[in-house]
């Protein structure tokens, strides 16, 4: 057993009452005063301490508290300060500084009057009574004592708590549990559990606080008392709790679970620890894509909150904003007043424009069915005077004369031109006699320069800025360029094609697609500033659905194909071919231009595909006349009877010429019906019947099979032609018959390359099986 060492000031006591200490009366007779400990100083606790004055009678314990600190204080009568001085030298109370581990409880005592007054020489029996007997107060002392303390607080006759004067002893075990009056009741005891923190002042009072070797002897004592005591409280427990059980300072206390070998695990194999380990993979693999998913949301999150940052700096501030779209405001309201005061002069002009071209385009006309009114009225004079055998000279009034000889006047210089061209294989009647005199040429270019002088003279007087095509572009570039969101919301690109439609008018006015010298669409100076300007938006927004898109296909269809409509109805002559040629090489570029920018058909160009057949059929109607004459009149061919047949025949193939041109623009049936149900079949293959099979025949049929398009015909299984072609078909077949027993037997072998490339490949081999024609059966292999 370990040496207890010897106890200097107190007893310590196995057990404690329900209050933490016990006291003495102080009226017991013989109560020894108490002496000083050895090892303890004059000087008070520290700041934050706990204070324990040591006075006779009083008895001071360690009880089964719970942690914390409680302070207590003594308090002596307002008489005992003289008695106390006029001592024996011994001090009123000692001070003990108890401040320990925070964790251990202060216990504290109070004094009372009467013990402060006890004689000295009593102190030799202190430890001698405290070692023989223990005098526990009963509870109406205790009463009383807790009665006279709180009457000594009313009166705030007691120690503040806040105490100034600290003791320098530490490390002195707190062995005496705190007095029951200074202590609450236990339901009104507050357990703190946690130290109360230290002030400043204490902390440094504390560790500066110089020691003495009686403290260094006193806390040595103190140290070997805990150990002695926590050596006792481990054999208690081993004794209690059985052996096997090693206990640590009660700081260290580690509880060990031991594995239990009764029980029964489940049964483990490799199958079972793979199962495991793949469904915890996927989790953390679901876990990481997860992570990913996230983390790239995150870096997305950054970039656009980045560049959105970067463009809020590089944002223009509220007064420049307000100066551009100011300004703007004002560039559009001044530009469109120079267009509505402009307007007017534009109208006027374009108006003039095609008035005289409506004039020359009607001089034509009229000038042609005149002359074929009076040429055939002297024919069927020309007829009858035949038919009577009368010698009598033909009266010609002079009307009809000039007229006859300024038709032939024209015809001898066309014949001179082709002549000096090298063009001898051209048909009479496929001229589009359009020449005009001196006195009207000069007239027509006369007004049209005067028109002209005009159109220059509409923006004579604006400035660059609100009548040329590319700077306003460029002013609304700019916009669409700084502000974006600005522009797409006013819906500019709505705008923009009303805006450049009065400019785009006063560049078409000297503009004629019926001539072969006319300026292309993709030439126009316009044209290009609006690529340029869609081209630029497009690399700007990066979107696929740009209003600005349409742009070029809103002002080919409000702008341009409405002139074009207006020269089909008005201005456009069928029957020329170089006219017809012109306008569809225009057609088809401004329609496949069309057609790129805009996926819908649009109104203005059906109404122009709407127009070139209303014209056309107007054409069949009004210019198409071949006159029939009996076989004995036409057989000579220097007649005036068969060159006017001629001419007219030949005018005919030359409109369905020039109808069959419009392939890939009109639809087939369109074509098909005006070409040869209403041109074919009606006018040109009774011409046909009404001729003498021979060469000629032969040539007319080969050019009229020249014109159809090959597209027809491109069905390799197609073993009939189609049934618009029945007509001309049996034709070909009634010549065939015809030929082979006349002299010219060898035309036959041209007329069955026709009905192959006409794709009557059953009408051309039974032909060959009748006429025994073996050697042509090759022609119809080939196709």
């Not at 060492?5 to 017991?28: N, W």
């Not at 606790?45 to 089964?64: D, H, L, Q």
């Not at 925070?102 to 020489?121: A, F, I, L, V």
């Amino acid at each position: 057993m370990a040496h207890r060492p010897k106890r200097t000031f107190r007893q310590r006591r196995a057990h404690s009452s329900d209050s933490d200490g016990a006291e003495e009366p102080s009226s017991e007779p013989g109560a020894p005063e108490e002496q000083a400990a050895p090892g303890l100083t004059e000087e008070g606790p520290p700041s934050g301490r706990g204070r324990v004055e040591v006075t006779a009678g009083r008895v001071r314990g360690r009880g089964p508290r719970g942690r914390g600190r409680v302070w207590a204080s003594s308090r002596r009568a307002a008489g005992a300060a003289p008695r106390a001085e006029g001592g024996s030298g011994v001090p009123e109370s000692r001070v003990v500084d108890l401040s320990t581990d925070e964790e251990r409880e202060t216990p504290h005592s109070s004094e009372s009057k009467d013990d402060q007054g006890s004689s000295s020489n009593n102190s030799s029996s202190l430890e001698e009574e405290f070692s023989s007997i223990v005098n526990i107060p009963d509870s109406a002392f205790i009463q009383a004592a807790r009665r006279k303390r709180e009457l000594a607080r009313a009166q705030d006759d007691y120690i503040s708590l806040d105490v100034k004067h600290t003791s320098t002893i530490t490390g002195m075990k707190k062995n005496s549990d705190e007095d029951s009056e200074s202590e609450p009741d236990d339901h009104e005891k507050r357990i703190p559990f946690t130290p109360k923190p230290q002030t400043l002042k204490q902390r440094m009072a504390e560790e500066t606080t110089p020691r003495n070797e009686e403290t260094s002897e006193e806390g040595q004592e103190d140290e070997n008392q805990d150990i002695w005591e926590q050596q006792q409280m481990r054999k208690a427990v081993k004794i209690t709790e059985g052996p096997g059980l090693d206990l640590s300072y009660s700081s260290e206390l580690q509880t060990v679970k031991k594995f239990d070998t009764s029980i029964s695990l489940p049964p483990v194999n490799l199958e079972i620890i793979k199962k495991q380990l793949n469904t915890r993979l996927t989790l953390l693999q679901d876990t990481h894509r997860s992570h990913l998913r996230e983390y790239e949301k995150y870096i997305q999150d950054v970039k656009s909150s980045k560049s959105t940052i970067q463009n809020l700096e590089n944002s223009s501030n509220p007064a420049l904003n307000f100066k551009f779209y100011k300004s703007m405001k004002i560039y559009v309201e001044n530009l469109i007043d120079c267009l509505n005061e402009k307007i007017i002069s534009i109208q006027e002009t374009e108006s003039s424009m095609h008035a005289l071209l409506l004039k020359q385009a009607m001089t034509f006309v009229k000038r042609r069915q005149d002359e074929l009114k009076h040429e055939s009225t002297y024919l069927q004079q020309l007829s009858r005077r035949a038919e009577t055998s009368t010698n009598e000279s033909l009266a010609i009034d002079e009307k009809t004369q000039w007229i006859l000889e300024e038709i032939e006047s024209r015809r001898s210089r066309r014949r001179q031109a082709r002549a000096l061209s090298g063009n001898c294989d051209h048909q009479e009647g496929t001229s589009s006699d359009d020449e005009l005199s001196s006195a009207d040429m000069n007239d027509f270019q006369k007004t049209q320069g005067d028109i002209l002088q005009d159109h220059k003279k509409i923006f004579e007087d604006v400035h660059d800025d609100f009548c040329n095509i590319q700077h306003i572009l460029l002013k609304f570039q700019q916009w669409r360029e700084k502000y974006p969101d600005s522009y797409y919301e006013a819906f500019i690109s709505l705008w923009i094609p009303k805006l450049l439609n009065p400019l785009i008018r006063v560049q078409l006015i000297d503009w004629n697609p019926l001539k072969f010298d006319a300026i292309g669409l993709k030439q126009m100076p316009w044209f290009t500033s609006i690529e340029e300007f869609m081209a630029s938006s497009m690399e700007d927004s990066k979107k696929e659905d740009s209003s600005d898109k349409k742009i070029l296909s809103t002002v080919i269809n409000k702008t341009l194909i409405p002139r074009l409509t207006d020269f089909v109805e008005f201005i456009w002559d069928p029957l020329s071919t170089s006219q017809t040629t012109s306008l569809i090489t225009h057609c088809r570029v401004i329609l496949e231009e069309l057609s790129t920018c805009a996926n819908e058909v649009s109104k203005g160009k059906q109404d122009l595909l709407k127009s070139v057949v209303v014209r056309m059929k107007k054409a069949i109607e009004d210019d198409v006349f071949i006159p029939l004459y009996p076989k004995r009149t036409v057989e000579n061919k220097t007649s005036p009877h068969s060159k006017f047949q001629e001419r007219q025949f030949w005018s005919g193939v030359k409109l369905f010429h020039n109808i069959l041109l419009w392939n890939g623009l009109l639809p087939d049936d369109t074509l098909q019906e005006l070409g040869l149900g209403k041109l074919l079949n009606r006018y040109l293959i009774i011409a046909l019947l009404n001729a003498i099979p021979g060469p000629d025949v032969v040539k007319k049929c080969d050019q009229i099979a020249a014109y159809l398009p090959e597209k027809w015909f491109q069905n390799s299984a197609m073993r009939t032609s189609i049934p618009q072609l029945e007509n001309f078909i049996q034709f070909l077949l009634q010549c065939a018959h015809k030929l082979s027993r006349s002299e010219f037997r060898d035309e036959v072998k041209e007329i069955i390359p026709i009905l192959v490339k006409i794709k009557a490949l059953n009408q051309a081999e039974s032909f060959i099986e009748e006429y025994h024609l073996d050697h042509l059966k090759s022609v119809i292999k080939e196709v």
